[in-house]
């Protein structure tokens, strides 16, 4: 059964840039697409963007340009990046697979809490 | 505020039923697959239902999905304390520029 760790820095400066990564083990990266999803304090989740393994990718149109999403297949791991943060990307960061996007997220990490404070 | 429309809350008794409703538009629910989500805080979100109706491996039959134009409904039978979670439901919303994933703003359960 796959399995989905999240990893990087718990704290990060506003207006900086957020840095994960999701490590894939267990099955390979080179199927399926891989999405970021987030939950802000006592909100619901919002969906952040996809990379599929070849390396295109989709993200949600509210971040507008502040995503990047990649994926080296090499260590079976995918990355986010979102730059000029401020508090309210204060979030639960999720990492989560998907067969075909928007038909159900069948695998996910255990999430990382990532503040978002001077 | 989220696209996709959910109860805050819903309750009932053990072993009762409950239903919870997710409401849409015909960018999303209307010609998209429906996909349903069990999380409770700390954990991994579960994938209860994708694909409208159908349940992974694991999911007991409690547990049932149906979409109607456009809007879903999950139903929970034999209710157990166990299912005290937070519940959202999910689909791709071909509105949004060049497309993307929405989900419900979740619908608290709690077991009386």
């Known amino acids: 059964q796959v399995q989905l760790q999240e990893s990087g820095p718990g704290l990060v400066r506003p207006s900086e840039t957020l840095s994960l990564t999701c490590t894939v083990s267990?099955?390979?990266?080179?199927?399926?697409?891989w999405s970021w999803i987030r939950q802000p304090p006592g909100e619901g989740l919002e969906w952040i963007g996809y990379?599929?393994?070849?390396?295109?990718?989709r993200h949600n149109p509210s971040l507008k340009s502040r995503v990047t999403i990649s994926v080296d297949t090499s260590k079976d791991q995918f990355s986010l990046k979102l730059n000029s943060v401020t508090a309210a990307d204060t979030a639960v960061y999720f990492c989560?697979?998907?067969?075909?996007?928007?038909?159900?997220?069948?695998?996910w990490g255990q999430g990382t809490l990532v503040t978002v404070s001077s | 505020q989220s696209v996709l429309t959910q109860p805050p809350s819903v309750s009932a008794a053990p072993g009762q039923k409950v239903t919870i409703s997710c409401s849409g538009n015909?960018?999303?629910?209307?010609?998209?697959?429906v996909s349903w989500y069990q999380h409770s805080p700390g954990t991994a979100p579960k994938l209860l239902i994708y694909d409208n109706n159908k349940r992974p491996s694991g999911i007991p039959d409690r547990f049932s999905g149906s979409k109607s134009g456009t809007s879903a409904t999950l139903g929970i039978t034999g209710l157990q304390t166990a299912d005290e979670a937070d519940y959202y439901c999910?689909?791709?919303?071909?509105?949004?520029?060049?497309?993307?994933?929405?989900f419900g703003g979740g619908t608290t359960l709690t077991v009386l």
């Open positions: 999910g689909t791709w919303d071909s509105g949004l520029s060049a497309g993307g994933v929405i």
């Open positions: 989560a697979r998907h067969r075909t996007p928007g038909r159900g997220f069948d695998s």
């Open positions: 015909t960018s999303n629910i209307g010609n998209n697959f």
């Open positions: 990379v599929y393994y070849t390396g295109n990718t």
């Open positions: 267990r099955d390979s990266i080179s199927r399926f697409y």
